[in-house]
C-alpha cells in the first residue's frame, strides 16, 4: 500500500549532463522542485526520524542517484551539515557524476583500509562518501564496521542520505534500509507497474516513509491526478496532495 504521504515534487525527466540541477542550475525550476521536496522532508522530520534517510526505488534507472544527490545538495545549501553516502557498492556512480578523482570511498572503510576522515571530499558545502572499489560488496557491508560507521555519521551530521541499492535488489538492499530511520522510494513516471511498487514498499516496511514521483508531468500532477504504468494498461490512483505547478521550460 502506497503511504499517504506521497512526496510529489513533478521533476522532469534529466539528461546526464543536467542532473546535478541543485549545483549547476540553483535558479532553475527543477531545482526549485528539489527545494520543495526538502521542505516535506522537514515536516515529515517533524513526525519521525529522519536523521538517516534512504533514497531507494524499485530497480534501476527510476532516478534515485539523482533524487538523492540533488536532496543531499539542497539540504546542504540550506546550511545543514550534510553527507551524501554512495551506499550501491555494486554499481558506483557518484564520482563520475560529481567530477571526482578516484579515492578511497565507503569500501574501503568498512574493510577497515581506509578512515572516514580519508574518504570523505567535499563538493561546495556537502561532504560526499563515494562508493569506492569493493572487492567483495556483499561481505563489505555485512562488515561489523557497517553500524559503528552509522553511528558516527549520525554523530558527525544533521542530514545523512543514503543513495541505496534498489529496494528489491536482494540482501544488500535489505542491510542499507535497516541501516536508515527512514527511506524514500523513488518512483518513475509512467514506467514503475503499480504491483512493483507495492513490493518495494513491502520490502522497505516501517522504514518507507513516502513515494516520489519522478519525470512527472507538471500540468498533470498540479490537477490532482497521477498514472502508474501498469502491464495490464494504465489505471488512475487516488488525488495526490497539490504541489505548486513548475513550468518545463526546457527538456532536461
Given amino acids: 500500500m502506497i503511504p499517504a504521504e506521497t512526496l510529489n515534487a513533478a521533476f522532469p525527466t534529466l539528461a546526464p549532463e543536467s542532473r546535478l540541477v541543485a549545483l549547476d542550475a540553483p535558479d532553475s525550476p527543477a531545482a526549485e ?3 520543495v521536496l526538502y521542505q516535506r522532508v522537514l515536516r515529515l522530520a517533524a513526525r519521525r526520524p529522519m536523521r538517516v534517510l534512504a533514497i531507494t526505488s524499485a530497480g534501476r534507472g527510476e532516478g534515485r542517484t539523482t533524487t538523492a544527490a540533488n ?3 539542497t539540504a546542504a545549501q ?3 551539515a550534510t553527507v551524501l553516502v554512495e551506499a550501491d557498492l555494486r554499481r558506483p556512480v557518484l564520482a563520475a557524476r560529481f567530477g571526482l578523482a578516484p579515492r578511497a570511498g565507503l569500501a574501503e572503510v568498512l574493510e577497515g583500509t581506509a578512515e572516514l576522515a580519508q574518504a570523505v571530499v567535499r563538493v561546495g558545502p556537502l561532504a560526499v562518501l563515494c562508493a569506492g572499489d569493493a572487492r567483495d ?3 563489505a557491508l555485512r ?10 555519521l549520525r554523530a558527525a551530521y544533521e542530514h545523512v542520505v543514503l543513495d541505496a541499492p534498489p529496494a528489491l535488489a536482494g540482501a544488500d538492499g535489505d542491510r542499507l534500509a535497516q541501516a536508515a530511520d527512514a527511506a524514500l522510494l523513488v518512483v518513475r513516471s509512467g514506467i514503475t507497474p503499480r504491483q512493483v511498487v507495492r513490493l518495494a514498499l513491502d520490502a522497505l516496511g516501517e522504514r518507507a516513509a513516502g513515494v516520489v514521483l519522478n519525470g512527472v508531468d507538471a500540468a498533470t500532477v498540479a490537477h490532482g491526478r497521477w498514472i502508474y504504468g501498469d502491464p495490464a494498461g494504465v489505471a488512475p490512483q487516488a488525488p495526490l496532495p497539490a504541489v505548486p505547478e513548475v513550468r518545463r521550460a526546457e527538456p532536461l
Fill in 33 to 35: 522542485q528539489y527545494r
Fill in 71 to 73: 536532496l543531499a545538495l
Fill in 78 to 80: 540550506e546550511g545543514r
Fill in 137 to 139: 560488496p556483499a561481505q
Fill in 143 to 152: 562488515s561489523p564496521r557497517a553500524l559503528a560507521l552509522m553511528d558516527q
